[in-house]
């Protein structure tokens, strides 16, 4: 199958190219006939000439024309492409389907197949090989390898981990399916491509791209006014944190720091050695809390008439989908500063004391199983109410009992629905869940307070029905449009 062309036309990708524009760093990839190589747009090499160039909406397809991905600029650092449509059901089918093979954690503990994934779709899985290849000109598998193959080229080149835990953390099965697929895709040994100045201490550091613009200081400020202390450090370039999760049926937790470097469009990842075993699913959480992947070409040119002054706006994630639907229980009709304190006290209290080289940064938040066994007392003497109690709990058992999984793979809808039903979980937290741990790019909280003072309409009768109207033009970007209105909000504009 000819590769589909990305939405630009191959003429302004070679303009892109010839500018090497960060904003479309992901957004296409240049296969070089002369060379069997592809690149980013924001590859430093001499530029090709333009009868030498192909074009390819993803990595897949252009690994699936032969050629192999360029060593300099590295195209499994770039940010991967979300296009969403309200219009195409076969694209949003095929978008939703990859989606869910880039999330490890919507798979837990089983290997995704194509059966599988035809399954939680409720689709045959020959209608989704077809709608697949003819939307994405590539097979699901074949997608799925070239995922697992950048990942591992990402672990080889920048860690010195033993090239058996880069096979597995990546997904492959065996080292030997791993060496065979590694060399018949890449021409090269696993081996030949680890770099002599790869970092050899106990902690690793990988870099992640994003297209500009980013408002960095606008998401850390975010960030800061949440901090927990003891959990957590914001400072002006990037923050420090601790975390912890479960994955292969073993418990996991370490401590990240996560820098932005606005000068070369990327985040600056360190991750301590006891991490090292589950670092795609670590690369995968800090990818969507910092929303590396967001496309601001296209959110912009459908926002930017309403909010000018947000396209550098992003919406900040969350590295623990459980850690912020707490947080989010804990926020409900009260201020900012009010539900820190209370968040703070709840880590304190009932969270695990961790040793890691960052002062002030030691303590992990409380476990699903340690909150669905708390005393209702031992939550009230925190200052935290009945009907909070009751809703922290309830989301504790939830997801210690695997009946609740909150993590971009989630299936939207029926996790909302899910949420909704546990006691003291009204469309607010649900929306608001959806929007930053789910990372639903349309989720839209039509009740939030400062939302109606931000669009005005805090003094209509209903003022949650006429947000909601007022955001059908944002589709399907409202998430977007909340940080924007917030933020115009917090300016006095």
């Known amino acids: 199958m000819p590769p589909i062309e990305p939405p630009l036309h191959p003429d302004a990708c070679y303009l892109a190219l010839k500018a090497r524009d960060a904003r479309f760093d992901g957004s296409f990839f240049i296969g070089v006939t002369s060379t069997g190589i592809y690149c980013r747009p924001v590859c430093k090499v001499r530029v090709p000439k333009r009868e030498n160039c192909r074009f390819f909406a993803h990595a897949a397809q252009a690994e699936g024309a032969g050629f192999r991905p360029c060593l300099r600029c590295r195209p499994e650092l770039a940010p991967q492409a979300l296009r969403w449509s309200t219009q195409d ?165 370490g401590w990240l720091a996560a820098e932005l470097d606005e000068a070369h469009c990327h985040l600056l990842l360190r991750v301590s050695e006891s991490l090292h075993g589950v670092l795609p699913l670590v690369i995968r959480r800090v990818r969507a809390a910092f929303d590396l992947d967001a496309d601001p070409h296209a959110i912009n040119a459908r926002l930017h008439g309403s909010f000018p002054l947000g396209d550098g706006l992003r919406v900040p994630g969350a590295l623990s989908g459980y850690e912020l639907a707490v947080r989010a229980v804990l926020g409900q009709q009260i201020t900012v500063a009010a539900a820190r304190t209370l968040a703070q006290r709840l880590v304190h209290r009932f969270g695990t004391p961790i040793a890691t080289p960052h002062p002030g940064v030691d303590r992990l938040f409380p476990a699903p199983g340690v909150l669905a066994a708390a005393e209702g007392d031992a939550l009230g003497q925190l200052g935290i109410v009945r009907q909070r109690q009751g809703a922290i709990v309830a989301i504790a058992r939830a997801v210690a009992q695997g009946r609740l999984t909150l993590h971009p793979g989630a299936d939207v809808p029926a996790t909302v629905a899910a949420l909704k039903e546990l006691p003291g979980i009204g469309d607010w937290t649900a929306q608001y869940i959806a929007m930053r741990a789910l990372r639903w790019p349309d989720a839209f909280p039509a009740g939030d307070v400062a939302l109606h003072k931000a669009l005005g309409v805090q003094q209509c009768k209903q003022p949650a029905r006429e947000a909601e109207a007022a955001s059908q033009a944002w589709k399907p970007w409202r998430s977007y449009a909340v940080v924007r209105a917030w933020s115009a909000l917090s300016q006095g504009a």
């Not at 106990?202 to 998401?219: H, I, K, N």
Request: proline share 5%; aromatic share 8%.
């Open 89 to 253: 059901a076969s694209a949003m089918l095929a978008q939703q389907a990859a989606r869910m093979l880039d999330e490890p954690e919507a798979w837990g503990d089983t290997a995704p197949s194509v059966e599988k994934l035809a399954q939680r779709l409720g689709i045959s899985d020959r209608h989704l090989r077809r709608i697949f290849e003819a939307q994405l000109g590539v097979s699901p598998l074949q997608y799925l390898q070239t995922r697992r193959l950048l990942s591992a080229k990402q672990l080889l080149a920048d860690t010195r981990l033993p090239i058996t835990q880069v096979a597995l953390v990546s997904g492959f099965a065996s080292v030997r399916r791993f060496n065979s697929a590694f060399s018949g895709r890449y021409g090269l040994s696993p081996g030949a491509l680890r770099r002599e100045g790869a970092p050899r201490e106990t902690s690793c550091e990988v870099r992640l791209g994003y297209r500009p613009p980013y408002d960095v200081q606008a998401m850390l400020g975010f960030f800061r006014t949440r901090a927990i202390v003891g959990l957590e450090n914001v400072s002006d370039k990037g923050l420090v944190r601790t975390l912890s999760l479960d994955a292969g049926g073993q418990h996991w937790q």
